[in-house]
């Protein structure tokens, strides 16, 4: 890979942490402006992309393997499904966020909370998947 580029790999080895913390920030910031965890997770997702192509896909996969995103890919979708399916055990709607809470805003919030965080995970996930089967293809 990129072996005899030490700029390149020291400027992501320092954005990295940068980048992963911006990824939380729109994560938990969604509910409130814009973000949220579709962008989150491409954001997350980018950041293992860009590590690969610096550092190689071999060694990306040791930080984060493809079996640890399978796992978190089915986590982000239970925990979205998840959500809705509580709401519907205590006589709401699906995804009615109200019933979560005795305040019905503070439903609202730990609802949209707990979606997005399953929408990013999944996102995260599926993109870096995606991008390890594309890259993998000819070895």
């Known amino acids: 890979m990129m072996r005899r580029k030490p700029i390149l790999r020291v400027t992501s080895k320092v954005f990295m942490p940068f980048i992963l913390i911006f990824a939380l920030y729109v994560q938990f910031h969604g509910d409130f402006g814009p973000g949220g965890g579709f962008q989150a997770g491409v954001i997350f997702g980018s950041s293992f992309i860009l590590y690969a192509l610096i550092f190689g896909l071999h060694d990306v ?15 982000g979708v239970l925990l979205y499904a998840g959500v809705g399916v509580v709401s519907l055990f205590v006589g709401d709607n699906y995804l009615n ?41 000819g070895r």
């Open 97 to 137: 966020y109200n019933s979560l809470a005795e305040d019905p805003l503070h439903g609202q919030h730990y609802g949209i909370l707990l979606v997005e965080l399953g929408v990013g995970m999944t996102v995260f996930s599926s993109m870096t998947l995606i991008f390890y089967i594309f890259v993998g293809r």
């Open 61 to 75: 996969k040791r930080v984060m393997p493809a079996a640890a995103l399978e796992v978190i890919s089915a986590l």
